[in-house]
Structures are given as C-alpha cells and as structure tokens.
C-alpha cells in the first residue's frame, strides 16, 4: 500500500490550503484515514481523522472549527481542508493508514511520504 500526500506550500496567515493523499495498493475503502503533522523539534500528532465510510470524523482540538476531513472512495483520495491557517500549523503534514480504532501515531499501518506546509505572519 502507497501514500502519495500533496497540497502543501507556503501561505499567509488566514489563509487556506487543501491536502489530498491518494492511496494506491490496497483497499481504500476499507481503511479508516488519518492526517497528521510534525513539527521541528516536536512529536507527530493527529490532526484529523475519519472511518472508512467517512461517517465519523475526529478532530484535535486545534484545529476543530478551521480544518475539514473528507474522503472519495472512488478516488482512493483522503482530503485536508485547512482554513483560517495559523503560524502554529506550520508543519510537515502526513496520512496514514491506523491498524485499528486508535489515532495514535505508534498505530498506523501505513504512513505517506509527507507534504510541507508553512504558514507566515
């Protein structure tokens, strides 16, 4: 199974950016989907996830209200819609893949290569 996540760059603050990952090598709609980011000199964490149907969605706390998950399964395609974007989301942004129902970042199954995205003041 690949993940192929795209969408990152350099935005103002306030701004938006929309994250796709594309999944390929496997079943994707049978994979619940997760996206996280990494910043310098910090720990991944989860952003945003959502089940394999796409009916529940799970969002950290920083970023409910301002980022959307979303899916197409005839896509194979998980989306990030990141709006009202903060300096402090700047990071390296990842999906993945969890072996189970956690969204901790020691349970994915699989992890995509990354995309930057930095948000200026």
């Known amino acids: 199974v690949q993940l192929q996540a795209s969408g990152g760059g350099l935005v103002q603050a306030g701004g938006s950016l929309r994250l796709s990952c594309a999944v390929s090598?496997?079943?994707?709609?049978?994979?619940?989907m997760g996206w996280f980011r990494q910043a310098p000199g910090k720990e991944r964490e989860i952003v945003a996830g959502i089940s394999w149907g796409g009916g529940t969605t799970y969002y950290a706390d920083s970023v409910r209200g301002r980022f959307t998950i979303s899916r197409d399964n005839a896509k194979n395609t998980v989306y990030l819609q990141m709006n009202s974007l903060k300096p402090e989301d700047t990071a390296v942004y990842y999906c993945?893949?969890?072996?189970?129902?956690?969204?901790?970042?020691?349970?994915?199954?699989?992890w995509g290569q990354g995309t930057q995205v930095t948000v200026s003041s």
């Open positions: 090598g496997g079943t994707f709609s049978y994979y619940a």
């Open positions: 993945g893949v969890p072996y189970g129902s956690s969204w901790s970042p020691d349970s994915m199954r699989y």
